[in-house]
């Protein structure tokens, strides 16, 4: 018996319909892309131990910011609106929030 993928089952949604927030997120995932190289060169270069954890939290504060923008997006364009399926994408978006919390 074979796993079930994330989401396998329950209908696709887009990560987001405006083409400059979608922009906006990839290139923010792009910066935090290169912050984690960063981090990688510090740590072979034995750099301070203080200035890698400074890195990791600001890397980590970049992604929490990502992921609330990815939520948002989905209570505005999946949840607030009236749709028959309204009940699942509230369940899925409570599972959500716990999963990032």
Known sequence: MRARRAGEGIAAVAVTKDQRRLEDLINRMKRIEGQARGV???LESQ???EEIVLQLAAMRAALSKVAMALMSD???ECVAKESPEREQAL???ARMFLRFS
């Open 40 to 42: 990688q060169r510090m």
């Open 47 to 49: 750099r301070d131990c």
């Open 74 to 76: 989905h209570f505005r």
């Open 91 to 93: 369940e899925r978006a």
